[in-house]
């Protein structure tokens, strides 16, 4: 442990060229007082060129990203690299240590970026996680998961109207791609805010790692890497086409009762196919859901306990096929 150093600042000058550097970074102090730091990676080329920084477990029960930035920065020779990778392995370590989505204060750190410098528990800490870590990048991936008692295809959300975000959504050898705006107060937004090419890679399941999605996200980092003349490698698009949608919404329930949701994720429905059946305690159908147009499965709900507005289905709407990646 005595090469990872506890440092208060990311001073990415004072690193050498070459090397692998492991900190971890304070940010806020505790109930006692004592220390809340961050862990990050840092690889450092021999020659200048782009910063790209990949950030995991926002949400603490999120734990795909950790392997993809793990693995990343096992396969990336500094010595050989272009520019400056930093990867932030737990940015938010208080839910994870409990394994919870959101921070201690029960505020989700996703939905109030970029905080105040003064607030509260969590706006606190994300102001200081925008100013101390993302302003460093030049471009940046969120790697995210669904959340307990839902499942995710490999998907992205970024800004297709931006062509860089827009390229940076196709390398990720992802089954879809979302466009969304960057008129929310997510990571992603307040990155893209800043000036910083951001994108969102949602990595399938919580409390999980799982490689049939994080060698494909691996990939895909390489791939941005390739674009961004940061590594020499050749750009491998995914075997399937990617399926684009420019827009997307979850379907709820306006009943309660037990929820048995039918298409897999990342499959094609038609108008008029059967999405979910609402039943009573007893068994008995309260509610069938159906389609409204032809959309692809984004991600879906596998808790079959429902109150009145829970999730069903999140679906992606006219979707089109993408003919590669670069």
């Not at 994870?96 to 201690?104: E, G, I």
């Not at 008129?183 to 399941?205: W, Y």
């Amino acid at each position: 442990m005595s090469d990872i150093k506890a440092v208060s600042n990311l001073d990415i000058e004072e690193l050498k060229p070459g090397e692998t550097s492991k900190l971890w970074l304070h940010l806020v102090d505790n109930g006692i007082g004592e220390p809340i730091r961050i862990p990050i990676m840092i690889k450092k080329g021999m020659n200048k060129g782009p910063t790209l920084g990949l950030t995991a477990a926002i949400h603490g029960n999120e734990l795909n990203g950790i392997s993809v930035i793990q693995t990343v920065f096992k396969k990336i020779d500094a010595s050989k690299l272009n520019g400056t990778l930093i990867g932030v392995l737990a940015s938010n370590i208080p839910g994870l240590l409990v394994q919870k989505r959101h921070f201690s204060d029960g505020v989700d750190l996703n939905r109030i970026a970029p905080g105040k410098a003064v607030g509260t528990e969590a706006e606190v800490y994300i102001n200081r996680f925008m100013e101390r870590i993302i302003k460093k990048f030049g471009h940046h991936i969120d790697l995210h998961t669904a959340s307990f008692g839902r499942v995710n295809s490999h998907y992205v959300r970024a800004s297709l109207d931006n062509e860089e975000t827009a390229k940076l959504a196709k390398l990720q050898s992802a089954q879809i791609v979302v466009n969304k705006r960057v008129d929310d107060k997510t990571l992603r937004g307040a990155a893209q805010k800043m000036g910083i090419n951001s994108i969102t890679v949602e990595l399938k399941d919580p409390f999980i790692f799982q490689s049939c999605v994080t060698d494909s996200a691996v990939q895909g980092v390489k791939n941005v890497m390739s674009h961004l003349g940061m590594i020499d490698e050749v750009i491998l698009c995914p075997p399937r086409k990617t399926i684009i949608c420019h827009e997307s919404n979850w379907l709820y329930t306006d009943r309660g009762g037990i929820l048995k949701v039918f298409p897999e994720v990342a499959t094609i429905v038609k108008k008029g196919d059967l999405l979910a059946e609402l039943t009573d305690i007893f068994g008995e159908t309260i509610k069938s859901y159906f389609a409204q147009q032809e959309s692809v499965v984004i991600g879906k709900s596998i808790n079959p306990i429902c109150q009145t507005g829970g999730r069903i289905i999140h679906l992606g709407h006219s979707p089109e096929f993408l003919d590669e990646c670069n």
